[in-house]
């Protein structure tokens, strides 16, 4: 009988989870003031973003894990001191940032990743994080998540 209430939780939450996940994200802001405080350190240099953010689960049941994904433009002099200032090497990855890039005209995009970039990036935050760099068109591609 236990067993049957724990299955049929378990069940009903991660019916809940997934719908909850997919109907955040369609969503895409582009409103700056909640990605300078996230990425304290770029904020003096953000030109502009693309982003969205939801919920794993219900958060009625309990905390809720977050994840934001996105993009960020800075302005050329951050763009250059950073790629500057780290040790970034090439990462061969495939994203799906279409849903981010509208009315811009991009060249060929060539990510990189630093540890030590990513570790500045978000010190003192507790995410499991992926955060890539093109500097040739001076953008960050994050997927942050608390899960």
Avoid: H
Avoid at 45 to 60: L, P, Q
Avoid at 64 to 71: A, E, F, N, T
Wanted: hydrophobic residues 40%.
């Amino acid at each position: 009988m236990i067993l049957s209430i724990f299955a049929f939780t378990l069940v009903i939450s991660m019916s809940m989870m997934d719908k909850n996940t997919d109907d955040m994200a369609e969503v895409v802001r582009n409103d700056i003031e909640p990605i300078k405080k996230r990425f304290a350190i770029l904020k003096d240099g953000i030109e502009d973003c693309y982003w969205t953010s939801g919920t794993y689960g219900v958060s009625s049941i309990g905390p809720s894990d977050i994840w934001l994904k996105g993009i960020i433009f800075l302005e050329d002099d951050l763009a250059d001191n950073i790629f500057n200032d780290y040790n970034f090497s090439r990462s061969k990855i495939v994203m799906d940032i279409d849903k981010f890039i509208n009315e811009k005209d991009f060249m060929l995009f060539e990510w990189y990743k630093s540890e030590e970039f990513t570790k500045d990036v978000m010190e003192g935050q507790d995410y499991i994080k992926e955060i890539y760099f093109d500097p040739n068109n001076k953008i960050i591609y994050f997927d942050l998540s608390t899960y």
